[in-house]
């Protein structure tokens, strides 16, 4: 019999926050095996990739995150809002 979610939720929860973290990035990599994007989604595949290179950047430690307070604040720098 296989393991039930709350039992993997609960040895997952145990792990330390690194670990924790490896067992979850491997599950998520683990999605994506064997994905086939259906015929003419050029689009679609490109930001896939797009989307797999940002996230291996974070993962690896290539760009630092910022928060969400100064990346709110980044924004309504860049796109004011216009009176109404």
Do not use: C, Q
């Amino acid at each position: 019999m296989g393991l039930e979610i709350a039992e993997v939720e609960r040895a997952l929860l145990a792990l330390d926050p690194e670990a924790r973290a490896e067992v979850i990035r491997r599950g998520l990599r683990s999605l994506d095996e064997g994905y086939a994007a259906p015929e003419g989604t050029v689009a679609a595949d490109e930001w896939r990739d797009e989307l797999k290179r940002r996230a291996d950047d974070v993962v690896e430690g290539r760009v630092e995150l910022g928060t969400f307070a100064a990346t709110k604040a980044e924004f309504e720098r860049r796109h004011p809002r216009t009176a109404e």
